[in-house]
């Protein structure tokens, strides 16, 4: 069973930045897509990017886009993803989540993803 742990998290202020890392463990040997969601409270969870199993393709959404990276690393059989958010905003304040799925289309409804995180919490504030 893949399971996957986020760290990075923190408190912050705008215009930092900040990088989240998510750890994965219990591949096999399917691809996978791999990417975060982010959840502000009273909203639902939102796409923030995705990227493909060998990295070669990414996805974001329009309000991260050219702010925040997504990169992946393997070592072994194991898999890190990574977020690295520049130029934050009070607007990016949620619970951001890792996720991942079987494949290689990358879906940007939450619905699509099999496998969640337990989530980090980032707080943009002066």
């Known amino acids: 069973q893949m399971q996957l742990v986020e760290s990075g998290g923190g408190l912050v202020q705008p215009g930092d930045s900040l990088t989240l890392s998510c750890e994965t463990s219990?591949?096999?040997?399917?691809?996978?897509?791999m990417g975060w969601f982010r959840q502000a409270p009273g909203q639902e969870r939102r796409f923030v990017g995705a990227?493909?199993?060998?990295?070669?393709?990414?996805?974001?959404s329009d309000s991260v886009k050219g702010r925040f990276t997504i990169s992946r690393f393997s070592k072994d059989k194991e898999n890190t993803v990574s977020l690295q958010m520049n130029n934050l905003k009070p607007e990016d304040t949620a619970v951001y989540y890792c996720?991942?799925?079987?494949?290689?289309?990358?879906?940007?409804?939450?619905?699509?993803?099999?496998?969640w995180g337990q989530g980090t919490q980032v707080t943009v504030s002066s």
């Open positions: 219990g591949l096999t040997n399917t691809p996978y897509v």
């Open positions: 990227i493909t199993w060998t990295g070669e393709e990414t996805k974001y």
């Open positions: 996720v991942a799925r079987k494949g290689g289309f990358l879906y940007t409804s939450s619905y699509n993803y099999e496998i």
